[in-house]
């Protein structure tokens, strides 16, 4: 070996049998970074206060947009969807856009479902093929993706179980829809239908399951409960009791409570409670929102003390808002809602049918009780539906309107209860994503 190859081998003998100090910092840190890295994730995984949160769509467009800069890389932001799957934790259902989708089709028609009530089966009743658009929108949430409905996955929640809507007929609205989106993969001989005065059972007899709507507009007792007391200022309510009521709830797996319309009917409500020496004599006039608070409050002490969570899920859905004043929505020389064909399209439209008192009431009560309630907040989205009321193409006392009553849209178009099928769909689609 030469003296040049020998000092060579040397020089690498040495190197490999000594690292210098500035090699063994960079070691060190790399293998402290690493070690730190490891311990905050599984902090990050354990703990539910680091829980992680789903970017909007707003900010991971932002977060995409940096990146495609940073890479150049060319997308085409029309298809892209950034929206997360859809979390109930998560996910602020009631801000979105109505989409039209032709490809859309109703799960049903009023003339396929056997159980639909004339009063909400329109195109039977004469809406022209021309104002039927309103089957065909669909809820997008501006930050999730809704999952579509899926009867199967329904019945399959369903099994050995009973589940009950309990309200008025905006409520009933919504148990009719759910039973018509089920219905068709049931075969004929294995479902029935009773219909009674406060309560009607659908049965599917393959899942021993019953989809039930009782009949509570009030939630609390009142003297108009099953003998309906026309006249708004003869109804005086019980606001603290619902035990005659509450009877057909225990032992339901699921309950679906609602009661907003029946109380907007003035300005206030007869309301009496505890023993009168005079009986329902004894009533005092109360502000309608003052009524409703004392009645909610009552609803939510009988959750509270006879449900238990364990066994039962208790939902309970917001407001139905009702559409009396074209002007809510810039059309000052319309008829109500019987002229629109589409969804009013301004961002965070409220109309003077969706009272906002009663929203704040929902929220206040049901966040201090001690049974978790799942609120199904459904205003927002069907307050822009002012195109997919029933209109004149529905019944009165039993009858289908007139030619005549038809004609007289100002007083006769109801703008209250929707058409089915229709917007209480999307109502069961975001109830089954709660599921």
């Given amino acids: 070996m030469s003296s040049g190859q020998s000092t060579t081998a040397g020089t690498m003998k040495g190197f490999r049998g000594k690292l210098h100090l500035p090699i063994i910092m960079v070691c060190s840190i790399a293998l402290i970074s690493l070690l730190f890295t490891e311990r905050i994730s599984i902090i990050l995984s354990s703990n539910p206060f680091f829980k992680h949160k789903s970017c909007s769509r707003r900010a991971a467009s932002v977060t995409r947009k940096n990146d495609r800069n940073a890479t150049k890389e060319k997308i085409d932001d029309s298809i892209v969807d950034d929206r997360f799957v859809f979390d109930p934790e998560e996910c602020n259902v009631e801000n979105g856009k109505w989409v039209f989708n032709r490809s859309i089709m109703p799960f049903y028609s009023d003339r396929s479902c056997p159980y639909l009530d004339r009063q909400v089966s329109c195109v039977k009743n004469g809406r022209p093929d021309s104002d039927s658009d309103y089957r065909h929108w669909e809820w997008q949430p501006e930050d999730c993706t809704l999952p579509r409905f899926n009867p199967e996955l329904m019945l399959q929640k369903l099994r050995n179980k009973r589940l009950m809507f309990v ?10 829809s759910l039973v018509c989106m089920v219905e068709s993969i049931i075969p004929q001989n294995k479902q029935s239908m009773h219909r009674g005065r406060a309560l009607s059972v659908f ?80 009533y005092e006039e109360l502000e309608a929102v003052v009524a409703y608070r004392i009645a909610l409050k009552t609803w939510a002490n009988w959750v509270d003390t006879n449900v238990n969570p364990n066994k039962t899920r208790v939902f309970f859905t917001t407001m139905s808002p009702t559409h009396m004043r074209s002007a809510d929505w810039n059309n000052p020389e319309g008829m109500k809602c019987f002229n629109e064909t589409k969804p009013y399209m301004k961002k965070g439209f409220w109309s003077t049918g969706a009272d906002k008192r009663i929203m704040r009431v929902v929220v206040e009560v049901i966040k201090k009780m001690k049974v978790p309630v799942s609120v199904l907040n459904i205003t927002q989205m069907s307050d822009y539906r002012v195109d997919a009321h029933t209109k004149v193409y529905t019944e009165t006392g039993g009858k289908l309107l007139t030619d005549e009553q ?30």
């Avoid at 008025?168 to 009719?176: A, E, N, P, V």
């Avoid at 004609?407 to 917007?423: K, R």
């Fill in 167 to 176: 309200g008025d007929s905006l409520q009933r609205g919504q148990w009719q």
């Fill in 203 to 282: 049965r599917a007899k393959e899942y021993n399951a019953t989809i039930e709507f009782y009949w509570d507009p009030f939630l609390v007792e009142s003297n108009s409960d099953l003998h309906i007391v026309i006249n708004p200022k003869e109804r005086i309510l019980k606001v603290d009791s619902v035990a005659k009521h509450a009877e057909h709830w225990t032992g339901v797996d699921i309950l679906v409570f609602n009661t907003f319309v029946w109380w907007m009917s003035g300005y206030t409500i007869k309301s009496y409670w505890g023993s009168f020496p005079n009986g329902e004599e004894g």
């Fill in 406 to 435: 038809k004609a007289d849209v100002l007083h006769n178009s109801d703008c209250i209860h929707w058409c089915l099928p229709g917007v209480p769909d999307t109502w069961n689609q975001i109830f089954l994503a709660n599921l």
